[in-house]
């Protein structure tokens, strides 16, 4: 039976931190994070200035691509820690990394929460780059594992993004392909940082989740995997 009059009373209210509203995801790097975000308390406090004439309004979106280039991303799909990357270059050509990442949710939060982060980070993601194609791991969901649903769920979220925001419909690859294809189905994530690492020249790489989210780019790129349509 429905309760039309339930008990509310004793319930804590929850307020938002911020005084403006509504917030969106930012993209920033790490470095500058506390200090992006100390300084947009001050803002929404007051003790700053929120208009922005026009003379001092943002640029014109970057474009990352030049003629006959391609823009790739690539997706290693999680609920709890999504990679991401940026590949471009000519099909005749070694690509060269843009870009690379995490999309991270609180494991404590209700799953609808998250997958609103994944959706909202994301399609920043894709406003910001406009990639070309979309490559994305296909992952192998066991019918009996608990977290089952959760993974489908978010690739679902993965899919209406990059359709909605580029209309582009992702190449898909088993870990066993795109793992070959740097030279070992087996490789594991250090393994796999380390060959993206030599493969692309890269001085550092900050997270072994993003050099997976590379090595799919990259398989992508080089024409492995089906269209998912």
Not at 83 to 100: A, F, Q, T
Request: proline letters at 7%; a positive charge.
């Amino acid at each position: 039976m429905p309760n039309f009059n339930p008990k509310t009373d004793h319930l804590s209210k929850l307020t938002s931190k911020w005084q403006h509203q509504p917030t969106k995801a930012l993209r920033v790097p790490e470095v500058l994070l506390e200090e992006v975000e100390a300084y947009a308390r001050l803002l929404d406090q007051g003790r700053g200035d929120l208009s922005i004439s026009a003379k001092n309004k943002p640029p014109p979106q970057q474009s990352y691509s030049s003629q006959g280039e391609k823009i790739w991303l690539g997706i290693r799909p999680s609920l709890r820690q999504l990679g991401w990357s940026i590949l471009k270059g000519r099909g005749n050509e070694h690509p060269i990394v843009v870009d690379y990442g995490l999309i991270e949710t609180e494991a404590k939060s209700p799953l609808p929460q998250r997958l609103v982060e994944i959706e909202s980070d994301l399609t920043e993601l894709v406003r910001q780059f406009q990639p070309h194609h979309v490559a994305l791991e296909k992952p192998f969901i066991n019918a009996n594992f608990a977290s089952g649903s959760s993974s489908l769920q978010a690739l679902g979220v993965i899919n209406l993004v990059v359709y909605r925001q580029c209309q582009v419909f992702p190449v898909l690859l088993y870990r066993a392909t795109w793992k070959s294809h740097l030279g070992s189905p087996k490789a594991d994530q250090r393994e796999v940082a380390e060959t993206v690492q030599l493969l692309f020249d890269l001085k550092r790489l900050t997270s072994q989740v993003g050099s997976e989210a590379i090595a799919i780019a990259y398989a992508g790129f080089c024409g492995l995997g089906i269209s998912e349509k």
